[in-house]
């Protein structure tokens, strides 16, 4: 669910328009990142599938690991990252993110290691499949089908979970993530059972859905969220560790498809220092400078770039989180606070509130919305969300 105020809609460099055209919204996108973004309750349920006809069981063979590292980069370190906060401070052995190349040292055969690549020859990940073989740990490998990672877990004899090959990786986001978890519960280190994904994808599929091309501005929740983001500076707090993480996703998505820059983090680190932005020039100073006897039409035209609120909600916190959650009422006042504070000084707020029962699927209502939003904004702004040319020219700077 999403609550916001009106945002800076009359951006010079923004087609509202576009929104609201189909047709142009489909040139607009020939890479098919809505397509591919729509697609997220299809790729719980494929990867599911998937998942359970890999061998995992020899995973947990020799009983409970010393630790768990999800290895790899950008969405597939965010599986990870997923992972460790579901699994929560409950969780019987520590779960790493590793995002360097190998394993850390102290890996040996007491581990597990998870390897993750979207695109299935990512250094990092392959590097550290390659390692934990030598090292003896026990190791699951994710990936395309018939790549390079596959090739190292097939010389390893460990067991390898294809997904669909998709590009970018930052589109295949639950087809990584579904893998990860269902190899941690193999391993008996989260609860996740199938009424959990079945619900997981019913949501993004409801969520997909209200998010449609053809759904129009005011009812479009994800449209709505991009033009009120226009011309910005967001700043993205998530009232939990869960709520964090999509956080996190929302501001990876946002530099990646709409080219945006993102301050994310957690609402309740907010407080020791990050929350100062709203003081400063793009925040209440930015408010203090506007002449407010300027002709309206011409304060929206040449509006200065402005500091937007996003607060990701974890309202429904349950057991399953595996962590003792902040009472309810800490929450609310925290982001209430937040609120009132940058309403003082001219900075607007938008809301979005989890919803569902398991961890899994209040993460996914608060993935999707932003997901469509930062692909909208992009379009909005003339740029192709498919193709990020620096990145491909980094990837190019980079290959040997």
């Not at 299935?120 to 030598?134: I, M, Q, T, V």
């Not at 910005?232 to 709409?258: H, K, Y």
Request: proline content about 7%; overall charge negative; charged content about 25%.
């Amino acid at each position: 669910m999403i609550d916001g105020t009106a945002g800076v809609r009359g951006h010079r460099h923004v087609d509202e328009a576009l929104l609201d055209d189909p047709a142009a919204l489909a040139a607009a996108d020939p890479g098919g990142m809505l397509r591919a973004t729509a697609s997220a309750g299809a790729q719980v349920r494929e990867s599911a599938a998937l998942a359970a006809e890999a061998n995992l069981t020899t995973i947990a063979d020799e009983g409970r690991p010393r630790a768990v590292v999800v290895a790899g980069q950008g969405t597939a370190a965010l599986s990870g990252e997923v992972l460790a906060t579901i699994a929560g401070p409950r969780c019987p052995v520590p779960v790493l993110v590793h995002r360097s190349a190998g394993v850390p040292g102290w890996v040996g055969a007491a581990d597990v290691v998870i390897a993750v690549s979207g695109s299935g020859r990512s250094p990092e990940a392959l590097a550290a499949a390659d390692a934990a073989a030598r090292r003896g740990a026990r190791l699951v490998a994710i990936g395309p089908p018939d790549s390079a990672l596959q090739l190292v877990a097939e010389r390893a004899r460990s067991p390898f979970i294809p997904i669909p090959r998709r590009a970018p990786a930052r589109a295949s986001i639950w087809s990584l993530t579904v893998p990860v978890m269902l190899a941690a519960r193999t391993l008996n280190l989260v609860k996740l059972n199938e009424a959990d994904l079945a619900e997981t994808a019913t949501r993004l599929d409801a969520d997909a859905e209200r998010c449609r091309p053809t759904a129009e501005s005011f009812v479009n929740p994800s449209k709505s969220l991009a033009l009120d983001l226009a011309g910005s500076v967001p700043i993205v707090w998530g009232s939990s560790p869960l709520a964090a993480v999509a956080a996190r996703r929302f501001a990876d998505t946002l530099s990646s498809n709409a080219r945006y820059p993102v301050v994310a983090g957690a609402l309740g680190e907010a407080g020791r220092g990050s929350v100062g932005l709203l003081d400063g020039v793009y925040g209440g100073l930015a408010e203090a400078a506007r002449d407010i006897f300027a002709d309206p039409e011409e304060l929206e035209d040449d509006a200065a770039t402005r500091l937007r609120v996003v607060v990701l909600r974890d309202g429904g916190l349950t057991e399953d989180d595996g962590s003792e959650p902040e009472p309810m009422e800490v929450e609310e006042r925290r982001a209430e606070a937040l609120q009132e504070i940058a309403e003082r000084r001219g900075v607007r707020v938008s809301v979005l509130t989890a919803e569902g029962g398991s961890s899994l699927e209040r993460l996914a209502s608060l993935i999707a919305v932003p997901d469509f939003a930062s692909i909208y904004l992009a379009m909005a702004h003339g740029l192709d969300p498919m193709a990020v040319p620096a990145v491909s020219e980094m990837k190019d700077f980079l290959t040997p």
